[in-house]
């Protein structure tokens, strides 16, 4: 069956920076435009970035917007989320998702619009 691997979480101190990676096996990658959330216990899934199929259109929840950078490599079949200038804020488990759209440029935010889903990685931003 498909699987989403999240890596990279971990503590970091706020300013820092961390490299979350996404790896997917037996899913057709680049039919797929790819999506990273963020969940806190008892608060709904948050969208934090998004990225289309053939990579070119990429989006952003507002409070990372210059902070954090997604891109993907459909070769490897693995999407990256790189975290700059981590706030406290951002703390929170991190999961990658994966979903169809024939339109290669196009992204979605709300969850509901993603097929599969990875376990999440933990990222804690200390003050």
């Known amino acids: 069956q498909v699987q989403l691997v999240e890596s990279g979480g971990g503590l970091v101190q706020a300013g820092g920076s961390l490299r979350l990676s996404c790896a997917a096996s037996k899913l057709t990658f680049n039919i797929y435009y790819l999506g990273w959330f963020r969940q806190d216990p008892g608060k709904e899934r948050e969208f934090v970035a998004a990225i289309s199929r053939s990579g070119s259109t990429t989006e952003y929840q507002d409070s990372v917007k210059g902070r954090f950078t997604i891109s993907r490599d459909n070769a490897k079949k693995e999407v990256y989320l790189q975290m700059n200038s981590l706030k406290p804020e951002d703390t929170g488990v991190y999961s990658c998702?994966?979903?169809?759209?024939?339109?290669?440029?196009?992204?979605?935010?709300?969850?509901?619009?993603?097929?599969?889903w990875g376990q999440g990685t933990q990222v804690t931003v200390s003050s």
């Open positions: 998702a994966a979903g169809v759209l024939a339109a290669m440029t196009m992204v979605r935010r709300d969850p509901r619009d993603y097929e599969y």
